[in-house]
């Protein structure tokens, strides 16, 4: 169902400034072309969100709305040693910048023993049937404005296809680097993408996958990405993103799950960056068994804004969930977190919890959240739970007294906070990874800061 908004001068002037990126686009395979056309005109109807929808009302949007975006098909990338730094470990390596295919900067994918890791570019134009799966699978589900802007610019992102009955042994790493701007008619503009990923895991099939959204620069840009997996029966996936943008850009992004009976899904979002940031995070336990853990972590500073909405439906028996998001705000920082369990007639011996913990570290920081319970089965067990809390001073005297300087014993009083969270993450590799992220906002802490 699409719910229409009110457009506003300013959602006016955003769109009309877009339709001009859009038609730009040719080349593409004629079921592209008409599935994107059909994006637009649904985003036309509907219209981009405003404060007086729910799920949106503290976001500011206008602050997106004010600016120019455009598509860009650079993507040459001069931060050659700090990407190496970030991207080093990993085997399989999927790489885009500025949203464009880097075959430069790939490493380790193709198609081996029915496994496919490629670029959507690649394989648009010959697996049509493969991909209008996900299409009919998701169609009306968790859709938006910002998915209608996804699948009207769809063109690149990636396919990670893992047939029945096979285990993917290395870490399937998808990489997207924003360099902020590209080189327009003697200009430099600001630069959109919207990723699309496809992750499809067969029967009893296993995978490990990480989506890493990163900037080495500081510029504004736009990151509008829809990750799209389908879990067959038994199969399990490991699935991360990883979201450290400049902290003048904007990200919106939409996770989107389907499970089949007795399938496994462990979803991990980190969030760091951005001055704007919005995570959707839906999933649909359709099959009888199937069970879902969701983890967060997101750390803002300075004057960042970060939005995190999950939404689980548990729609056949015996459906498992768990929900763990934390987060550590300083400055004059704000985050959300908007947690909703849908337990649906039948779906009986459902059991479900949520939790989201909050640590201010300054007296300007300021949190909404709003964990919810819906359920029409009798035979549950579900629980939630939410709470917002600031430095304990008994804590921080106690490393004093034990001649820990005060800034330390806060960044370790920190490292505690999240460290559960960051535990729950079976690679050794992405948990340095994340680690590391962390010093910069750690180092931003200074101890008189803090209440």
């Avoid at 455009?70 to 470990?89: I, L, V």
């Avoid at 089949?260 to 969030?271: E, N, W």
Wanted: hydrophobic letters at 35%; a negative charge.
């Amino acid at each position: 169902m699409i719910t229409q908004n009110k457009p506003t001068q300013l959602t006016q002037s955003f769109l009309a400034r877009l339709v001009l990126e859009w038609n730009r686009e040719k080349g593409l395979p004629s079921w592209v072309q008409a599935w994107r056309e059909e994006g637009w005109e649904k985003l036309q109807e509907t219209g981009f969100p405003t404060r007086e929808q729910e799920d949106w009302k503290y976001v500011p949007l206008k602050n997106l709305f004010e600016k120019t975006f455009h598509r860009t098909e650079e993507n040459s990338m001069s931060e050659h040693k700090a990407f190496k730094k970030f991207s080093s470990d990993f085997e399989v390596e999927l790489v885009f910048v500025n949203g464009v295919f880097s075959p430069e900067n790939s490493c380790g994918i193709g198609e081996e023993n029915g496994i496919v890791v490629l670029p959507l570019s690649q394989v648009l134009p010959s697996k049509e049937k493969e991909i209008r799966v996900f299409i009919d699978g998701f169609q009306s589900r968790a859709e938006d404005a910002f998915v209608f802007l996804n699948q009207a610019f769809l063109k690149e992102g990636a396919m990670i296809f893992i047939p029945d009955k096979r285990r993917c042994e290395k870490i399937i790493h998808v990489v997207h680097v924003s360099t902020g701007s590209a080189s327009g008619e003697g200009t430099k503009a600001s630069v959109l993408q919207c990723p699309r990923t496809i992750v499809f895991l067969g029967k009893n099939s296993e995978a490990t996958v990480i989506e890493s959204f990163v900037s080495f620069s500081g510029e504004t840009y736009f990151t509008n990405a829809v990750s799209d997996l389908i879990l067959e029966t038994g199969a399990s996936l490991q699935h991360s993103k990883i979201q450290s943008e400049s902290h003048q850009a904007f990200h919106i992004g939409a996770t989107r799950a389907l499970l089949g009976q007795d399938s496994q899904l462990h979803s991990f979002s980190f969030s760091v960056g951005g001055k704007i940031s919005r995570n959707n995070l839906f999933v649909a336990l359709h099959g009888e068994g199937a069970s879902v853990s969701l983890d967060g972590l997101y750390a803002g500073k300075g004057e960042q804004f970060m939005d995190n909405h999950t939404h689980v439906d548990h729609c056949k028996p015996k459906g498992f969930s768990r929900q763990l998001y934390k987060g550590v705000l300083n400055d004059k920082a704000r985050a959300v977190f908007n947690g909703k369990i849908i337990v649906h007639p039948g779906a009986q011996q459902t059991d479900s919890s949520q939790i989201n913990k909050n640590l201010l570290l300054s007296r300007q920081t300021h949190v909404d959240t709003k964990p919810e319970l819906q359920i029409s089965a009798d035979d549950v067990q579900c629980k939630h739970g939410a709470t917002i809390g600031q430095m304990n001073e008994d804590e921080i005297f106690y490393f004093q007294s034990r001649s820990i300087p005060r800034k330390k014993a806060i960044h370790m009083l920190i490292h505690g906070f999240v460290d559960d969270v960051l535990l729950r993450i079976k690679s050794p590799v992405l948990q340095k990874k994340l680690h590391a992220l962390l010093l910069d906002f750690y180092s931003g802490v200074e101890g008189e800061d803090c209440l």
